[in-house]
């Protein structure tokens, strides 16, 4: 079946950086687009990076202008892994962030990973 297991959250001061990481299995890691995502309490849940699957052409990155030019998603194919490079932490990027995907109209979410920035 399908899992997603996120890792790397932590507690951080303000200004800091963490990376984030997800090891997804039971799917065809390398075939698919993969995203993150974050939900803080009380919150919606915001998709704030994905990255498209290597073979495709005409695509790119893309973040929400909330994380724009702090945050770097990437991927390891033979890893079957995603990361989050994440800079210049604010209070606002705490949350609980997870890494998913859509497969046939379904969405899958790993169970997260906490990031508190403290201030």
């Known amino acids: 079946q399908v899992q997603l297991v996120e890792s790397g959250g932590d507690l951080v001061q303000v200004g800091g950086s963490l990376r984030l990481s997800c090891v997804g299995s039971?799917?065809?890691?390398?075939?698919?687009?993969m995203s993150w995502s974050r939900q803080a309490a009380g919150k919606q849940r915001e998709v704030v990076a994905t990255i498209p699957n290597s073979g495709a052409t005409g695509h790119a990155t893309s973040y929400a202008d909330s994380v724009k030019g702090r945050f770097a998603i990437s991927r390891d194919d033979a890893k079957n892994t995603i990361y989050l490079q994440m800079q210049n932490l604010n209070p606002e990027d705490t949350a609980i962030y997870y890494c998913?995907?859509?497969?046939?109209?379904?969405?899958?979410w790993g169970q997260g990973t906490q990031v508190t920035v403290s201030s």
């Open positions: 998913g995907f859509n497969r046939f109209g379904t969405t899958y």
């Open positions: 039971g799917f065809l890691f390398k075939l698919y687009p």
